[in-house]
């Protein structure tokens, strides 16, 4: 979890222009993921402050004070939901197949999809997984 916190602020901070989107198995895990990494701003706030508006951090979303996109610079979604509308530079797959689901066939599809789903949609193809 925090490799994938990390490397995402690392790639947000090295261009506060670009957007990325965390994606696991469930929501409630991505939701966990964004709140950690709101939680590393917020505890190294003279190392990020001129990059990120500390005052409106939010837990669904984190936007930086360059980013004048639709989407957010650092925000999440699952397999379980749409992703349609968004456009973002970079995604990260966290632990969406595991040794549990990974038996599941219709789990193993559902990743495929997603994988599709999100290909489609970014700007520049930047997996991280």
């Known amino acids: 979890d925090i490799i ?6 690392y790639l947000i901070y090295k261009d506060p222009l670009k957007s990325l989107i ?23 706030q003279d190392f990020f402050s001129d990059i990120f508006d500390l005052k409106n951090l939010l837990n ?4 930086t004070l360059q980013n004048k996109r639709k989407e957010p610079s650092i925000f999440y979604g699952s397999l379980g939901e749409t992703l349609r509308g968004i456009h973002p530079d970079y995604v990260v797959f966290d ?4 040794r549990e689901t990974s038996w599941s066939s219709a789990t193993r599809e559902s990743v495929f999809e997603k994988y599709e789903e999100v ?5 520049k193809f930047k997996f991280i997984f």
């Open 60 to 63: 669904s979303k984190i936007t």
């Open 119 to 123: 290909k489609k949609l970014t700007n």
């Open 95 to 98: 632990d969406i197949l595991t």
């Open 4 to 9: 994938t916190c990390l490397v995402s602020l």
């Open 22 to 44: 965390i994606i696991t198995d469930k929501a409630t895990k991505a939701q966990r993921l964004l709140k950690y990494v709101k939680d590393i701003i917020v505890a190294n």
